[in-house]
């Protein structure tokens, strides 16, 4: 529970930010909090069960053109075409999970890019349906209690959403299902020999995680009344992987904060150069090189510290086996 | 019928340009269960030094060596400074070398800019040919040529030669082949900057005809992926059988249905590694 005490405390926390920040701002932490949110649902997927995926753009970027093609195309209500688009990349994302699960390590990396660019490749080549590279334009967005046209209106919808989803993803992870993600990282020979179904827990995590980035592919839509290629490309998919890297696998809170904070980064960085590459793969290799854990490995390390300080050296020499 | 000619011969070319990519790759993950996924930055840098060099001396034919010689000092870099890494799990190494790839992209941008360029074809290859009823360029044959002199080189290299030996040893079974006094950790170096050096290579030989530019990186390492887990990780066999399909399937695909090339070259992909998740040749699970 106390998870989610921590997940409504930071909702109420963040509730505050309009009367703070900016216009621009507050547009900037809107698409932040869409994009930790998305990185938050892939950590079931990557940092429990280890599957390193590079094609997850594909589920936020198909939920956002099937949104916004009934729309455009079929003059569908937005509330009802959200529904389709979530439905959409759902639906995708169990007929493919079942196979992808059959292969592991290098051959699911391969599967899920080949897979991300075939989606990218559709949305790209078949001009005539999905606009090509101009994308959709002028997506409406839906009618609410409140007015979703206007900033504030529309960050409070997506802490709505945020709050919400993150608290599903919070239940859920700490349920058996959730916890036998991990048991799947650990030993899937072990797991089977409890008598897991190793491949449908894998499966399991695969479409959670891709009902989640469905979700903000939607919301993201309806926030920037457009959908491009690039909520399909690889890049995206690469950048949410590195998140959860960076953010630390399996601590939930760490891939958010980072899913965030790169995306206020290279939001910031496009503006002003063209180095949001060269930032994204230094991030890379100096996580993966100096901080293997991630973000969420630094908080007990503080934590270990500080305790040691306070209970001498005798806690030092029988408290080192958690590191 | 011409139309098909055509199209087999460019569906030959390209994957014979694949094949000098994908075979660096899949040797190199093969021997040490390492993937780079910034092999196809090293294939794009050892284009633009092949143009550069090709731009101040006017010759294609020096540009090669020199291409080859940057990329395989990349790639022995990449391979002594990230050792520790590389050696570690699999997953950091696929996040090491993607951040890597990403780093080398934005360098070569930074470097040579954003803007598509070419290598002319060199003079002598510089005409057309009469094949089989079309007219196809010579330098595109000359290419095809290649990649088949170069597979069975390196058939005979890999079953005849000593050193093949040796790399097969280390392949198969590396605690053993250590047991047998093989300098494992030589051999690998070796390996790593050999197929960094062909990558150079096919970035030169690749421009006449696919052009260099940013971008290409990322789309040559995704089809070289495919050729490799295809044809089955640590083959050669493998990996030259499965450069030549996946550079037919690519551009039939991109002829035939060009709103949907992506689809028709992944989705065959994606069932072959569902059916049989060790490639066509494979005998290691890529995992």
Partial sequence: MRREKIIIGAGIVLAVLPFVLTEYWLGLFTQALIFGGFAMGLDLLVGYTRMPTLGHAAFFGLAGYGTALAITRFGINPWIAAGI????????????????????????????????????????????????????????????????????????????????????????????????FMGVRGSDTRMSALGYNVQSRRATAFIVAALVAAVYGVLSTFFNKFVGTGSLSWQLSAQMLLAVVVGGFGSLWGPFVAGSGLHILKTLLIGSTQRWPMVLGLLYVISVVFLPGGLSSLVPTIKQRMIHRSKGKEHARYGTNSK | MRLWVFQILNGLTM???LFFVAAGLSVVFGLMRILNLSH???????????????????????????????????????????????????????????GLAFIFNNSILAIWGGAPQTIPAPEILATSVKVLGVTYPAYRLFLIVLAFVAGIGLWFFWERSRLGAIVRACVDDRDMATAMGIRVEIVFATVFTLGAAIAGMAGVLGAPVLGVSIGLDFDVLLLALVVMVVGGVGSLSGAFVASLMVGLVDTFGKAL???????????????????????????????
Avoid: C
Wanted: aromatic share 14%; proline share 5%.
């Fill in chain 1, 85 to 180: 688009g979530v439905l959409l990349s759902g639906g995708v994302a169990v007929a493919f999970a079942p196979l992808a699960v059959r292969v592991r390590g290098l051959t699911f990396l391969t599967i899920t890019l080949a897979f991300g660019q075939v989606t990218w490749g559709l949305a790209t080549r078949w001009t005539s349906f999905t606009g090509g590279e101009n994308g959709i334009p002028s997506v409406p967005r839906p009618d609410f209690i409140w007015d979703l046209n206007d900033r504030t209106g529309f960050f409070y919808l997506t802490l709505i959403v945020v709050i919400f989803v993150s608290l599903l993803i919070s239940i859920f992870a700490s349920s058996a299902v959730g916890m036998s």
């Fill in chain 2, 15 to 17: 994957g014979s340009l």
């Fill in chain 2, 40 to 98: 196809g930055a090293i294939f794009l840098f050892g284009g633009f030094v092949g143009l550069a060099v090709q731009k101040a001396t006017g010759s294609f034919w020096l540009a090669i060596p020199a291409a080859m010689l940057a990329a395989g000092i990349l790639g022995f870099i990449i391979q002594k400074v990230f050792s520790t890494t590389l050696m570690g799990s699999r997953f950091n190494q696929v996040l090491l070398t993607l």
């Fill in chain 2, 257 to 287: 249905f060009p709103e949907l090339s992506y689809f028709t070259l992944f989705s065959p992909v994606i069932i072959i590694l569902i059916v049989r998740p060790l490639g066509l040749f494979g005998r290691i699970p890529p995992e």
